[in-house]
């Protein structure tokens, strides 16, 4: 059975500091996903890793995927607040894609 | 071009009644599949269907919970006699065939079911 763990789960960080979690799994999959959850909200798509050794970035954001070691990464640089929220990775097994496995999730909070 | 459509957005059911949640692919999707999540936790995969077929339903409890995905309308997701322990957000999200490699799935805004 796949498992997706991540961490930290709760993080609170100043405004201005760097700060990385991590996200392993259990099995070879080379399709993993980050995601954004506000609370009450839907996931939106952060990122989409599709093999080893990929590295995408969206502003403050930066994720980087190591197949090999089953290890993604969520590196944030300078936060601000309104990057305060719950970031999910997910690993896809299936070969029709689309059958996620979720990790518990890291409550970002950054303050002021 | 609108997104995946969920309703109701918020539910609220007694014990033992039953809760029905609907859902609305993205135009041209023809594949949903329904997530699950508990309050504090990462969403669970439920069930994925095709129109008029359940090609996946390895993460259904096998009481009480059905979905379905008919030629015309919605997909539904029905929980007869509901508990407490069905309380959770429950999302929705499509793909078309061609884009669900190296696409993101997109949810819904979910359903949150409250069972008093």
């Known amino acids: 059975e796949l498992k997706v763990e991540q961490n930290p789960l709760f993080l609170s960080m100043q405004e201005g500091k760097n700060y990385t979690i991590y996200c392993n799994y259990s099995t070879t999959s080379d399709r993993l996903y980050w995601y954004r959850q506000d609370p009450g909200k839907s996931l939106e798509s952060l990122f989409v890793l599709l093999s080893n050794g990929a590295v995408k970035q969206e502003g403050r954001l930066m994720a980087s995927l190591d197949t090999k070691a089953r290890l993604s990464t969520l590196h944030i640089t300078a936060a601000v607040h309104d990057l305060s929220a719950t970031y999910f990775c997910?690993?896809?097994?299936?070969?029709?894609?689309?059958?996620?496995?979720f990790g518990a999730g890291t409550i970002l909070r950054v303050k002021s | 071009n609108a997104g995946v459509m969920q309703n109701p957005r918020h539910l609220v059911r007694r014990r033992g009644q039953e809760a029905r949640l609907r859902c609305s692919p993205m135009k041209g999707h023809s594949h949903v599949y329904w997530y699950r999540q508990l309050p504090e936790e990462g969403l669970k995969f439920m069930v994925y269907?095709?129109?008029?077929?359940?090609?996946?339903e390895s993460g259904m409890p096998k009481e009480r919970f059905s979905a379905e995905f008919p030629k015309e309308g919605p997909s539904i997701l029905r929980i007869q006699q509901v508990v407490r322990g069905d309380s959770a957000a429950y999302f929705c999200a499509s793909s078309s065939r061609l884009s669900s490699y190296n696409s993101p799935l997109h949810f819904g805004n979910g359903t949150r079911l409250t069972v008093t």
């Open positions: 997910a690993v896809d097994m299936e070969e029709y894609g689309n059958k996620l496995v």
């Open positions: 269907l095709q129109k008029e077929n359940i090609i996946d």
